[in-house]
């Protein structure tokens, strides 16, 4: 018997499934991007001096999206509230918080009487340590502090 | 085999540069993801509490920034162009401290005029700024 000849050995690396998990991965992360803003997207002031805030990001921030119509979002959730909800939900989420940092997400054509009827209203939750949310110039690149 | 035929039109895609613009793409995405959010600290008072004395008068240190419905900028009494405003505070706040000032903007107002307000009182080094809300000047 003799034995069949083995074929010559190929040499190229088959990309192909990594093409594939690539292609997935890829898709993934386009899914995911526009996902993961928290809360309702509105649009930012933009300022020159601001310094970053990590802990807006948390999963369990208390973050209030003010829209350039005046709705009020309570995040975690996302719920639409009315100001006067505010502060019965918000010294709820407050309690048995170290950080009693509220962050405001603000669009910048709204009118401040909105905003200013949100932070009249947290503090009558106790809350005095606000975060307005902006975007950072980037034209004008500076470190984070 | 094939392959040994020399010369032969190659049957095999060049998948070369489409893996490089995938891997840019996704490395694009993955550095796009963990975006920072970045925002302006600001106070808002808290009344005095019931059983203790309201806080003594210094009305000439209190250095409140008004913002009027057209968008012009008042340092307490004193009207500021607005670039200006960023100077001026420094000029004040040079020699003191406790780096406060409060801001009140008209209810009319974009929110975006009082938010630059704050970021230009933010770029002059002032550590605190307190908003002034309608129902704090009440005393609420």
């Known amino acids: 018997m003799q034995k069949q000849k083995a074929p010559a050995v190929i040499g190229d690396i088959n990309v192909t499934p990594m093409v594939d998990v690539m292609l997935v991965l890829l898709i993934i992360f386009m899914v995911i991007t526009p996902l993961l803003t928290k809360g309702q997207t509105v649009e930012l002031v933009k300022a020159k001096n601001p310094i970053a805030m990590k802990e807006a990001d ?5 973050l209030i999206a003010v ?12 719920h639409r509230v009315t100001p006067d909800e505010l502060p019965g939900k918000v010294s709820d989420l407050l309690t048995n918080r170290l950080d009693k ?13 909105a905003v200013e009827d949100v932070v009249d209203f947290l503090r009558a939750a106790g809350v005095d340590e606000l975060g307005l949310l902006t975007e950072q110039l980037t034209s004008q690149a500076q470190p984070g502090q | 085999m094939a392959m040994n035929v020399g ?28 975006l920072t959010p970045y925002g302006l600290e600001a106070l808002a008072p808290q009344p005095p509490k019931k059983n203790q004395p309201p ?35 420094e000029q004040i706040f040079r020699t003191r401290a406790e780096r406060v000032v409060f801001v009140k903007g008209d209810p009319d107002l974009d ?22 809300t309608p129902k704090i000047e009440a005393g609420e």
């Open chain 1, 58 to 62: 948390a999963e369990d921030a208390i």
């Open chain 1, 67 to 78: 829209t350039r119509n005046g709705e009020v979002f309570l995040s975690p959730g996302n």
């Open chain 1, 101 to 113: 940092t509220v962050y405001i997400k603000a669009d910048q054509r709204t009118k401040y009487q």
């Open chain 2, 7 to 34: 010369g032969g039109p190659q049957a095999n895609i060049n998948v070369t540069p489409l893996i490089d613009v995938l891997l840019v793409l996704l490395i694009i995405f993955m550095v796009i993801t963990p």
């Open chain 2, 55 to 89: 806080p003594p008068e210094n009305d000439d240190r209190t250095v409140v920034i008004v913002i009027d419905k057209q968008g012009n900028i008042q340092l307490n009494q004193e009207p500021v162009q607005k670039e200006f405003l960023g100077p001026r505070l």
């Open chain 2, 111 to 132: 929110f975006q005029v009082v938010a630059q307000a704050i970021d230009v009182a933010r770029g002059a080094g002032i550590d605190k700024i307190g908003l002034m």
